[in-house]
């Protein structure tokens, strides 16, 4: 559209800027490396909440309801176990990934998750754990694409 104005520079810095936070993810679990860290998790929130404000603000690809739900989980904040969260899945919103102390933080998960439905009028569903992730299924080196399909 001719008559709008596109944010370019802001897409354009954001998957850099993410990969950035990447990296400094990464080297905090290398340091934490398996052990508990208040600080680190602190941090790492940190890299979350910027994830979050990058995609949600300066992209505009966010969502009201994902958003109120990082606002609510930054008002409860480390000292009960919640670190930071970002949006995350398909994008655009539904669905929230939270950094927490699961042992400290189930009091201010069922206050965020009450909050959010007085406020929205929206039931939210809480999904906690983890997973094994690409460790479960290997990871898979493709190589370079050779008449359209990538070598294995």
Request: aromatic letters at 4%.
């Amino acid at each position: 559209d001719p008559a709008s104005t596109y944010n370019v520079r802001a897409c354009t810095e954001h998957p850099i800027l993410e990969n950035n936070r990447v990296r400094e993810m990464l080297a905090l679990m290398q340091i934490a490396d398996g052990e508990e860290d208040a600080a680190l998790r602190v941090e790492a929130g940190r890299l979350l909440l910027e994830s979050h404000a990058s995609y949600s603000d300066r992209l505009d690809l966010g969502a009201p309801e994902t958003d109120e739900i990082v606002k609510l989980v930054l008002a409860e904040g480390p000292e009960n176990g919640l670190y930071g969260g970002r949006i995350t899945g398909g994008g655009s919103g539904g669905t929230v990934c939270v950094l927490c102390d699961l042992e400290r933080s189930e009091a201010a998960l069922t206050r965020v998750l009450a909050e959010y439905e007085k406020r929205t009028g929206l039931v939210p569903r809480l999904i906690a754990g983890t997973s094994p992730g690409a460790l479960q299924f290997r990871v898979r080196h493709l190589g370079a694409l050779q008449d359209g399909a990538a070598q294995a």
